[in-house]
């Protein structure tokens, strides 16, 4: 929680900046597209595949026109989905993605089209389920996907903003570290662990106010 406390204390700081600098508030809502988990044992591999899921919430951006650098937060409610053996597992999240973005100013297009790049951390919480049980997988029995309670992540993008109101964004979320285990016995071994590391491509549109 320490590391929250530090983000809404930098938009906080944001806030005390010139007048000159355009806040604006918006919705944004997309859909996530989660790759094939990485995973540290090779058994499980072809058991389990990505799969799509959703996000909305909250958007604020703050813009200094001069230099077109800015800050990006957002508060979203995000489902993530992985397939294990035809298995559906729905990860469900409160996510707080930052970014420091830069905006191009071309003259020719800027009245209508602006495109910007956007990077930062992402920090989120586990509000679904920690612990789901699974059926039997390859020769894994009593299996359990444990996920981690919060996790760190960094997002990288690009998009374009329409006539000041919509903003289209692509971004690749890169897990930083293991977002769930899997925990059973395989084979002879027991209580064998498998790592997942999962890392999800986003598309969005947001409408700001």
Do not use: C
């Amino acid at each position: 929680m320490k590391k929250f406390f530090v983000i809404l204390a930098i938009v906080g700081l944001a806030a005390t900046a010139p007048a000159k600098a355009q806040l604006n508030f918006g919705i944004k809502a997309g859909v996530n597209l989660t790759e094939k988990p990485t995973l540290n044992v090779d058994d499980l591999k072809a058991s389990i595949k990505g799969n799509s899921g959703w996000f909305v919430g909250p958007t604020a951006k703050y813009i200094f026109p001069v230099i077109g650098l800015g800050l990006e937060a957002n508060l979203l409610y995000s489902q993530t989905n992985i397939e294990i053996e035809e298995q559906n597992v729905t990860s469900q999240y409160v996510d707080l993605p930052v970014y420091l973005r830069y905006e191009l100013a071309l003259p020719a297009i800027s009245k209508f089209l602006v495109p910007f790049v956007a990077a930062g951390p992402q920090f989120s919480w586990n509000i679904g389920e920690k612990s789901i049980t699974l059926d039997n997988i390859a020769d894994i029995v009593s299996s359990e996907y444990k996920l981690k309670e919060s996790n760190i992540s960094l997002n990288l993008g690009l998009g374009f903003t329409i006539f000041d109101q919509l903003q289209l964004h692509g971004n690749y979320n890169l897990a930083l570290g293991k977002t769930a285990d899997i925990t059973g016995s395989i084979l002879d071994f027991s209580k064998e662990l498998a790592e997942l590391k999962t890392n999800t491509w986003q598309i969005s549109l947001a409408y700001i106010f």
